[in-house]
């Protein structure tokens, strides 16, 4: 099936320093990602839309400034967060909506684990 | 906000039929419902989809009402591998902007 891979699965960063990551759809093109973000004991929360090509779409609340999407092609989005803070150590899921032999199926990497000391 | 009514938890007997409902009274003609899991600290997992007609595929069947206001997940044969939070969402099927709620925890029991 379709599977979407995200890089790095955790990562343990200062505070003030940017961090990237990546979400790859490996075999099936993506026009569009989204990126989430997941505090323990809560749901996912939305937080911006990637397309491919243009700029992202972010949910109200979110600081564009701050969580820089970039989608550069058909598999590849990133997600840097920029002077990262503690508060901003979650985990963070993309997802990716392409035309496979399932259909219009949207699949979930296996997200990242972001810390930020 | 989600659209969707899910109890915050079950329990289930291993070896039995989970059945975890939702609510979706506000769904409109072109929403599809979708049914994700997530175990814990992985990504959400596909599980099923539809629109109005029940479906089945080998994880879980789906059974929509006929009024499509509201749908049950069915797991047959729960095992202590399908102890997850059960979403479900309804969604347009363009775009792929999938909106979460709290979702159930279903914990299943030896």
């Known amino acids: 099936g379709a599977v979407v891979s995200q890089h790095p699965s955790w990562v343990i960063c200062k505070s003030g320093t940017s961090v990237k990551i990546e979400c790859r759809s490996l075999d099936f093109q993506a026009t569009t990602m989204f990126w989430y973000r997941q505090f323990p004991k809560q749901s996912l929360m939305l937080m911006a839309t990637?397309?491919?090509?243009?700029?992202?779409?972010?949910e109200q609340g979110v600081e564009k400034d701050k969580f820089l999407i970039n989608h550069a092609s058909l598999t590849l989005s990133t997600l840097t967060v920029t002077s990262a803070h503690p508060e901003d150590s979650s985990f963070y899921i993309c997802?990716?909506?392409?035309?496979?032999?399932?259909?219009?199926?949207?699949?979930f990497g296996e997200g990242s684990w972001l810390t930020v000391v | 906000d989600a659209k969707t009514t899910q109890p915050p938890s079950m329990d289930c007997a291993e070896g039995r039929a989970a059945n975890l409902p939702c609510n979706h009274s506000?769904?409109?003609?072109?929403?599809?419902v979708y049914w994700y899991r997530q175990i814990h600290s992985q990504g959400p997992q596909y599980i099923i989809h539809g629109l109005k007609n029940n479906e089945t595929n080998e994880m879980a069947s789906l059974i929509i009402t006929e009024d499509r206001k509201s749908s049950t997940l069915i797991l047959p044969h729960a095992t202590l591998r399908d102890t997850a939070v059960y979403y479900c969402?309804?969604?347009?099927?363009?775009?792929?902007?999938?909106?979460f709620g709290q979702g159930t925890e279903l914990s299943v029991k030896p």
């Open positions: 990637s397309n491919e090509g243009s700029k992202a779409t972010y």
């Open positions: 997802s990716a909506a392409g035309s496979t032999y399932s259909g219009n199926t949207i699949y």
């Open positions: 506000t769904i409109s003609g072109n929403e599809y």
């Open positions: 969402i309804v969604m347009s099927n363009q775009g792929g902007k999938l909106i």
